[in-house]
């Protein structure tokens, strides 16, 4: 099953506009620095790719988070870049992280309390906002966009690493049952908060190096990611002039990030001799050897790699949606952006691209994984 993209917006660490994002990204720009969000000075992960600036003063500050709001912003761009109103057949799909309870709400509330919860109010309770539980919803972004929105039709929201991947294959599958006309898909996720910050260092999975060392995904001597963040919105329709998407998610019950089988099933779903790559980008020696291996079995030994994540940063739930945008664009203008920070690509198949480059071919796929044991994959493809 296969949509088309009709519109798109996103706020990222390298931008909110279209073209200016895929400048940086062509001129092999890093948002890797450090932590803007807080001092993250005595975490073992000090750099972070953040979205610079804040959302745009809203009333629904009272619900929503920072990442939230800038949600709905992108969703209410991407369906005017559209052309697209509210109706009863327009569906909204969101992907979202996941459930996480924010320390710096938590911290001040807990860090006077007793053991035996007397006077847990006065003690620090007294703190929390009147909404907090509220502000933790999984779906309240996606009920404020819709109602804001008027998007009245099927929908869903779905939680996880690769929950933007989940949404837009819910989405097409729902403009392919005709249970929709269009289909509003958003994702949004940060990974450069305290309690993310915590988790990944924990499993070895971000880079523990300064900007000045930082090594890239696809080097012999890579050694993590670089946590992100981002919000993207993309509108699909069944038939139309724009970019073919296809998409699709999996798990393996891993406890960190997902293992080459499941790589190589997902390749299998979607991805097509001579193909492009863009890869998944954990900048691990072992995993980013064997994602290469996985891919050249399908796409072709010599297929171009490139690696949206080592610019950005990975940016959990909202990484399929954003690689759906960027490579329809890329796409269009026949250009290829480099692997951000890559030198030298270790030995093995496919070519990671050390600086931008020119391409002819039509199509490529986006990988993307995370905890535990979670993948997504789209392909986009010239009409």
């Given at each position: ?27 092999g720009d890093r948002a890797a620095s450090p932590n ?223 293992g080459v089988e499941l790589a190589a099933r997902l ?86 691209l050390v600086r931008a480059q020119a391409t002819a ?23």
């Amino acid at each position: 099953m296969k949509a088309v993209l009709a519109g798109r917006a996103w706020r990222t660490p390298l931008g909110s506009g279209i073209d200016a994002v895929i400048a940086r990204l062509l001129a092999g720009d890093r948002a890797a620095s450090p932590n803007a969000r807080f001092d993250a000075t005595s975490y073992a992960c000090t750099l972070a790719a953040s979205i610079a600036g804040e959302p745009a003063a809203s009333r629904n500050a009272r619900f929503l988070r920072r990442m939230g709001l800038f949600a709905v912003e992108v969703a209410a761009e991407a369906l005017a870049d559209a052309g697209v109103r509210g109706s009863d057949r327009v569906g909204l799909f969101f992907g979202y992280g996941g459930l996480r309870a924010h320390w710096n709400d938590l911290m001040p509330a807990f860090e006077h309390q007793a053991p035996s919860g007397d006077g847990a109010w006065e003690r620090g309770l007294t703190l929390l906002h009147p909404f907090w539980m509220l502000q933790h919803l999984s779906n309240n972004a996606h009920a404020i966009a819709a109602q804001e929105l008027g998007a009245r039709g099927e929908g869903a929201t779905y939680g996880g690493a690769n929950a933007g991947a989940q949404a837009l294959s819910a989405a097409i599958r729902a403009l392919a049952a005709g249970s929709v006309d269009t289909a509003l898909v958003v994702g949004y996720d940060s990974l450069v908060e305290p309690e993310t910050l915590i988790e990944l260092a924990a499993r070895g999975a971000c880079s523990a190096q300064g900007a000045d060392r930082l090594t890239a995904p696809y080097a012999a001597d890579a050694c993590g990611f670089v946590p992100g963040e981002a919000a993207a919105a993309l509108v699909l329709r069944r038939e139309g002039d724009g970019a073919l998407v296809q998409a699709a998610d999996g798990a393996d019950g891993a406890r960190g990030e997902p293992g080459v089988e499941l790589a190589a099933r997902l390749l299998a779903l979607l991805a097509q001799a001579g193909d492009i790559v863009d890869g998944a980008g954990l900048a691990r020696a072992d995993n980013d050897a064997a994602e290469r291996r996985a891919a050249a079995q399908i796409v072709g030994a010599d297929a171009p790699l490139c690696c949206i994540m080592s610019a950005m940063g990975q940016i959990g739930a909202a990484s399929s949606i954003v690689q759906t945008i960027a490579l329809a664009e890329l796409l269009r203008r026949q250009e290829l952006p480099p692997v951000a920070g890559l030198n030298t690509a270790a030995p093995g198949p496919l070519h990671p691209l050390v600086r931008a480059q020119a391409t002819a071919r039509r199509a490529a796929v986006g990988l993307a994984f995370g905890a535990p044991g979670l993948g997504g994959i789209v392909r986009v493809a010239l009409p």
